[in-house]
């Protein structure tokens, strides 16, 4: 195989044998004669001459820069780094400290204990503890899946074990329940502070209004009960109760003292 190239257009040609020629170029059509140099080398079109004036001085072109060695990039760098490094550090240690000393609303976490006394005023004006009285912590912000059932929730009921269907269900939902001693103090346990509702069932009958139909109970205060459990009223019953929303907190301490009864 050899290779001419075209006196015309300069294309590379590859022929088979001297005896093929001429050939015609397949870019241009010129006819390739055996005079034809081989393996001419394809040169570039020329690039055109500029003056001198256009040509730029390279100690110009230098002044437009400004030249930094790579040390100080690196120093500047590390400085960098390490300024908001530092800056993150503070902010995390003071943001932290704000936020568990001085934010307000913010409740501790963890579970808090919660005692008290269940008393009444006499007609003399003495404070008698009231015995054998229900006091239960309900989470404000919770319902459960289930409304729970009253048996062994009320003053009536005998005491019901740790493992009692109405006792696991408060736990479940966060609260707890208890009675109180001869002295009328109680204590319990809830799974963490916030929001709840209490409500307090002394064996105390309450006097009922001049018509027999006009029940003590408040309608608001039936509703809400009976969010969690199955039979507000049969919880209630004819009993005097306290139903209130508190915040609770670790050692908290929550007093009822019912008024005279008429």
């Not at 289930?146 to 109405?166: F, N």
């Not at 002295?183 to 209004?209: C, S």
């Not at 309608?219 to 508190?246: T, V």
Request: charged letters at 20%; one cysteine or more; aromatic letters at 6%.
């Amino acid at each position: 195989m050899n290779q001419y190239v075209c006196p015309e257009c300069h294309q590379a040609i590859d022929v088979g044998s001297v005896g093929d020629l001429p050939v015609a170029c397949p870019s241009c059509g010129a006819a390739i004669q055996r005079g034809t140099v081989s393996h001419q080398p394809i040169l570039p079109p020329a690039l055109p001459e500029q003056s001198p004036d256009t040509i730029p001085n390279a100690a110009e072109s230098d002044r437009r820069y400004v030249r930094i060695p790579r040390s100080v990039l690196s120093l500047q760098a590390c400085l960098l780094g390490a300024v908001a490094l530092g800056g993150f550090v503070l902010g995390a240690g003071f943001g932290g400290i704000y936020s568990s000393s001085n934010s307000p609303g913010q409740l501790p976490q963890g579970p808090c204990e919660i005692r008290g006394r269940v008393t009444s005023i006499n007609a003399d004006g003495e404070e008698v503890a009231l015995a054998n009285a229900v006091v239960i912590f309900l989470p404000a912000e919770r319902r459960p899946e289930q409304r729970m059932e009253i048996v062994g929730l009320r003053p009536k009921d005998d005491l019901p074990p740790a493992d009692h269907p109405s006792l696991s269900g408060l736990r479940l939902l966060g609260g707890a329940s208890a009675r109180t001693d001869d002295q009328g103090r109680y204590g319990l346990r809830v799974h963490e502070a916030g929001e709840f509702f209490v409500l307090v069932l002394p064996r105390r009958a309450r006097e009922l209004r001049d018509v027999p139909w006009n029940k003590p109970w408040n309608k608001r205060d039936l509703a809400q009960i009976g969010r969690y459990f199955s039979d507000a009223m049969g919880l209630l019953e004819n009993n005097e109760y306290r139903w209130q929303k508190i915040t609770v907190t670790p050692g908290e301490t929550w007093d009822v003292a019912f008024e005279p009864q008429p």
